[in-house]
């Protein structure tokens, strides 16, 4: 079992991320966020899209961890921080540069029309595989506009 680590300090770099862990799942439980650290974590259940044409009815998902430095906020809309137990899937991840600078907003973008916004001095983001791989038997589908 092959391993991902990656780690993203440019917009190309994010996009590759952002393949990556595009239909990863995750509950709201696995947010954190250390403002002192300046620094916003997730742990998901990620779809392991790289292996995904080879196979043809058995999948495969991996725990893994994303992580963010430099935040200096956090903002989320379009679902409730309280509900430790709602399960949110994440379909991609951009980044909106605020002026001339490195800074701007990172944006989560996840089903249902939600969104986590991290403000961030600039781009730093890593992606691990922490866990075991399971297999599954669904493979996320996106119909055609």
């Known amino acids: 079992m092959t391993t991902l680590k990656l780690m993203a300090l440019d917009v190309e770099d994010l996009e590759i991320v952002s393949a990556h862990v595009q239909d990863a ?21 990620r779809f392991v899209w790289e292996t995904a044409e080879a196979r043809s009815k058995v999948y495969e998902r991996r725990r893994a961890a994303l992580v963010f430095k430099r935040v200096e906020a956090v903002r989320s ?16 991840i951009s980044f909106e540069q605020k002026g001339e600078g490195p800074d701007g ?10 969104t986590i916004a991290l403000d961030v ?10 866990g075991g791989a399971w297999e599954t038997g669904f493979k996320p589908r996106h119909p055609a506009a």
Not at 122 to 128: D, P
């Open 121 to 130: 001095e600039c781009i730093e983001a890593q992606l691990a595989d922490t």
């Open 25 to 45: 799942v995750f509950k709201v439980s696995d947010l954190a966020f250390n403002a002192r650290a300046g620094q916003f974590s997730v742990e998901i259940n």
């Open 77 to 92: 809309v379009g679902f409730d921080r309280g509900d430790n137990d709602k399960v949110l899937s994440l379909l991609a």
């Open 105 to 114: 907003t990172i944006e989560l973008l996840l089903s249902a029309d939600a």
